[in-house]
């Protein structure tokens, strides 16, 4: 495959893809999944000039999925589109010069990221052992999906303002010094109704700092004149008067930085918190104080609003988290990296069992670490797939010694490094906080809220279990922390709608005022559901799954 100087006229580093499909009603990278996806195949490409043909076939460095090579597709007629993730490169603070895709207010998907190169799909008759050489051509170049201001950066991305929501976007000295070039940061700010009425100029208001996965939209899905039940009731007299924020933080491994410092994705915990939120705190009328700060989310979010406070106890006080991301990696999903031998397997003497990675309530196996890790690799090494797994290495891990985060195991074997695991200490929060906790228990008591489904999707509430284990245990002080488990729910299950979490978030923000702060100018007249037990059997992207 090449492309030509009217598509791109400099050389470029990256990875090229070649996907694969015997169907022609969408685009076949659009047809890439863990279970179910179609084939594809990746190589990384250095200097790759215009004109310049490169081949992907039975070369050692090529590497595909669900078919690891070439040859072992049955001959037939596919549709086959070419791909090419660029790479940009990083000469970092730390000394080390790594190459990484840069997004560009995609939230870190390559197959929508502006400057990624695609090629028109052609219909082909294809035999591995047959066909020769085929060229393809990359003749389309992705651009941003938001226009970008003269003098501006199409980083997390330049959405419009409305009367309600509110979009910033900064520099961060921290990021920039870490990654050696200007790196912004920035946040989606809801306000409450009447913020802008002159007889409210004197209020200030608590924060909800959202938690989640990158995007450009206003936080909870609010639209402008009440267009939904979330956005007429946020309007409406019996609505708390917050502010909502959501952090949009994509970043050269992931749509989110999990909002913590680490040697990989760079100083993201200071960045958020000793540059953004003061920035904000500057900017609009917030009780720029911890007792009037809770975080939220689930996932993703889930861990993140749980790390901001137990990391940053200073910052914020309270956490309200739903099925968190591994909080204890004795069971980082199902798997044990301080004593495990394998990720993949669990060995016996005369076979092996392969570990699932998703399920059912029911119980069925969706998927397996194997597929979901062999599914990343294909579409980048160094943990540069985007995924899920390889975020978790870059935030929780160490720096290799070739720039790129540390394996905490093989990615094709799946044999733990338990030295590399050993390393993953210091962001294991259930063992944070135990080695901690004379320090920390008195900032965070009774300042914990969690809740997830018992069978939950991915495994996620057996580390939260191991966490309530350690809390329960904790006499000085004790941590006086909440747990909220629902019966037979999957991953998303949350025992509250997000309205009543608002009226939640009031009860305690006003609970954890000092005396002399008013709190009936924002309090809203809707009052918090008497108990978590009431609503239990309440119910409440693409190729990987939302964690």
Excluded at 104 to 132: A, I, R, V, W
Excluded at 180 to 194: D, W
Excluded at 430 to 438: G, K
Excluded at 506 to 523: D, F, I, L, M, Q
Aim: aromatic letters at 12%; a negative charge; hydrophobic letters at 35%.
């Amino acid at each position: 495959m090449s492309f030509s100087p009217q598509v791109r006229d400099t050389a470029v580093d990256g990875r090229v893809l070649v996907v694969i499909s015997r169907n022609g009603a969408t685009a076949p990278i659009t047809q890439t999944d863990i279970v179910g996806g179609v084939p594809f195949w990746g190589r990384n490409v250095t200097d790759l000039r215009p004109g310049r043909p490169v081949s992907i076939g039975d070369q050692p460095d090529v590497y595909g999925y669900p078919l690891s090579s070439l040859d072992r597709l049955p001959a037939g007629d596919y549709y086959v589109q070419a791909f090419l993730n660029t790479y940009d490169t990083f000469h970092r603070g730390d000394g080390s010069t790594v190459r990484l895709h840069m997004p560009c207010g995609d939230g870190q998907d390559m197959f929508s990221s502006p400057g990624n190169l695609y090629g028109t799909p052609k219909l082909l008759h294809l035999d591995p052992h047959h066909s020769g050489a085929i060229a393809l051509t990359l003749d389309h170049v992705i651009t941003p999906a938001q226009p970008v201001p003269a003098g501006g950066t199409c980083q997390q991305g330049n959405p419009s303002d409305t009367a309600h929501v509110k979009y910033v976007k900064i520099l961060s000295p921290a990021l920039t010094t870490f990654w050696g070039r200007p790196i912004y940061i920035g946040a989606n700010v809801l306000l409450p109704a009447g913020y802008d009425d002159p007889a409210n100029a004197g209020v200030h208001y608590p924060v909800e700092y959202a938690f989640g996965h990158f995007s450009t939209g206003a936080p909870h899905g609010f639209q402008e004149n009440g267009a939904n039940s979330f956005s007429s009731w946020w309007l409406s007299a019996s609505a708390p008067r917050f502010i909502s924020i959501v952090f949009r933080e994509e970043n050269p491994f992931y749509d989110s930085s999990y909002v913590v410092d680490s040697p990989n994705v760079g100083p993201y915990g200071t960045a958020t918190n000793h540059e953004l939120v003061p920035y904000l705190d500057g900017h609009f009328r917030t009780i720029a104080q911890p007792w009037a700060r809770v975080t939220s989310g689930g996932s993703t979010g889930g861990w993140e609003s749980l790390a901001s406070e137990v990391f940053y106890p200073d910052v914020y006080g309270g956490a309200f988290s739903g099925y968190p991301d591994p909080v204890d990696f004795h069971r980082y999903q199902i798997v044990n990296i301080y004593s495990d031998a394998n990720g993949y397997f669990v060995q016996n003497e005369w076979d092996r069992v392969e570990r699932p990675d998703s399920r059912t309530v029911d119980g069925e196996i969706q998927y397996t670490n194997l597929q979901e890790n062999h599914y990343e690799l294909a579409r980048g090494d160094h943990d540069r797939s985007e995924g899920a797994w390889a975020v978790w290495e870059a935030v929780y891990g160490p720096r290799g010694a070739d720039g790129y985060p540390a394996l905490v195991w093989d990615k094709k074997t799946g044999q733990i490094n338990h030295t590399v695991a050993a390393s993953w200490q210091a962001k294991d929060i259930r063992a944070y906080l135990a080695s901690h906790w004379s320090t920390v228990g008195p900032l965070v008591r009774g300042k914990i809220y969690l809740y997830v489904g018992d069978t939950d999707t991915y495994y996620l509430n057996d580390a939260v279990q191991l966490l309530q284990q350690q809390l329960d245990a904790e006499t000085s002080p004790p941590a006086d922390a909440t747990f909220v488990y629902g019966r037979a729910k999957p991953h998303g299950w949350s025992p509250y709608t997000t309205q009543q979490w608002f009226a939640i978030y009031a009860a305690y923000v006003a609970k954890h005022a000092p005396p002399e702060s008013a709190t009936t100018p924002w309090r809203g007249s809707e009052p918090a559901p008497a108990s978590s037990s009431d609503t239990l059997d309440q119910p409440t992207r693409n190729g990987f799954p939302i964690r």
